[in-house]
């Protein structure tokens, strides 16, 4: 193959990457838009399918726009910065409906995901790479770091934390810095190959709190006390809000905004339901809300500290929610989440397909899957199907503005 091929983009894929055919080649490159006539050079062979880096546009499409980044092109955090909010989130609507296009039917509601407003995409929760002192992400295909004065992919204020920390003396072993903005603070863990912090203790702030982590360990180390408890603001509704502790090791959804959508849909379609079992329910997100409205919750997940987390949770909120260590990707017993009036379904990429092909050991009057992957998505979403459940609600969720990724809401009933 020569060093530069041509090719027109005839689609933007899910994970944003644009395919071209060249020759008898199949080809995703990123950072393109439908219609562009594209350089390109190959870079890898994966399962098939062959990928390439964009060289040049030889002839744009009247859908590109100038990204707002001036390191978009090579930075790898957004595919999308090329395209209005509006074509980004029609993209991500069709990619949800093509995937769960077998399901749909003349009931089905459909709710769109809406165009992103501003200009900061509100990502809450980042990871950082370090150097020379400079803070930023690693370039597609390569592990150099990409810098820019300022990151949209993450909230105003994260930005500012990052440029804050780069005017910091922080050790040379750190290489990489965690952050978690929750509503009444941010949690920023420093990462490193040692197992200790080097002589290094960061300024004691109302707002922060300050952990250091051996790399590739689950364990962390606040570096001062006492420990400052960081918590995500929920609104129920009756327009009270609850709090729900977020360590610096649990889960919570990228999106502070898109985040409170999702629960508030869910709160919604399970209004009539007393008894709510959640899957794969991280430390209580989407269903400590739930308890706090009156309903029984039951929840399961692998990871224990999480499982620590959502019952300190439910006793502090002193609701009806009890959650246990469960594998549920191997054999589990089926017997405490028998007969819910809604079953909460929220896996993580590799989506719930044990469950799903079992779902007639679990009797739910309705299901609720939250799929962050829709290929993933649509095969659980057939094994629903073919138990006899009936897809009446479908919602794409822009968790990621300006990214290839989209979060789906389906809502099923026998």
Known sequence: MSDQHTGIVEAILPGGEGLVREQK?????????VGDEVQFQYTQKKRGVFRGLLTHIQTASPQ??????PVAQSCGGCALQNMSQATQAELKNQWVIDAFQAFITEHTNIIPAKPHQGKFAGRRRVRWFINKGKLGFRK?????????????????????????????????SIQSIQAVELSNGTHIILESEQSVAADFMPPVQNQQQWWWRKLNTPSIKALHKPIQSMFDQIQLPNKQNINIEIGANDFVQGHAVGNQTLVSQILEWSQHSQRVVDLFSGCGNLSLPLAATGKQVMGAELNPASIKAANNNAKRLQVNATYQVQDLFDSFSYEPFIGADTLILDPP??????????????????????NCDVAAGARDAKALSDAGFKLKALRPLDLFPYTGHVEVLSLWQP
């Open 140 to 172: 597609r295909f390569s592990h150099n770091i990409v810098h820019t004065p300022t990151c949209i992919a993450i909230t105003q204020s994260l930005d500012v934390l990052r440029n804050s920390l780069e005017t910091m003396n922080l050790p040379e």
């Open 64 to 69: 590109r726009i100038q990204a707002i980044c």
């Open 25 to 33: 080649n199949i080809v995703l490159i990123p950072n393109t838009v």
């Open 349 to 370: 990429r590799k989506g719930a397909k044990r469950i799903c092909q079992n779902i007639h050991k679990l009797f739910p009057k309705q299901i609720i899957m939250v």
